[in-house]
């Protein structure tokens, strides 16, 4: 079964970190393009991050350069996303997203395989 399953988030407060993990199952995770997306209530799907598992380039939104670093541990299946000097949000769910080899970067139309998401809440 194709599947990706994110885990860590919660509440943190500002300026905090928070890692999410993504365990990805049933497809070759090593040459797919991975993404983390991000949706806050009322608002659209806003492409955050992604690597490509295969040569470990790794590419950000301006909104988190410098804040948030993507990682993989190919061996495991599973994707990392590191999130230090949070802001103040009320609230946004996470997704990772896994895209062909050679997708290009932040399409999410190309992204075929979505988690479930989970929550982050950046509150004091």
């Known amino acids: 079964e194709v599947q990706l399953v994110e885990s860590g988030g919660g509440l943190v407060q500002p300026g905090g970190s928070l890692r999410l993990s993504c365990a990805a199952s049933?497809?070759?995770?090593?040459?797919?393009?991975m993404n983390w997306v991000r949706q806050a209530p009322g608002k659209g799907l806003e492409w955050v991050s992604n690597?490509?598992?295969?040569?470990?380039?790794?590419y950000y939104a301006d909104s988190v350069k410098s804040r948030f670093t993507v990682s993989t541990d190919n061996a495991k299946n599973t994707l990392y996303l590191q999130m230090n000097s949070l802001k103040p949000e009320k609230m946004a769910v996470y997704y990772c997203?896994?895209?062909?080899?050679?997708?290009?970067?932040?399409?999410?139309?190309?992204?075929?395989?979505w988690g479930q998401g989970t929550q982050v809440t950046v509150s004091s």
């Open positions: 997203a896994a895209s062909p080899y050679g997708a290009a970067r932040g399409v999410i139309s190309d992204f075929g395989i």
């Open positions: 049933g497809f070759t995770f090593s040459s797919s393009v």
């Open positions: 690597i490509y598992t295969y040569k470990n380039n790794s």
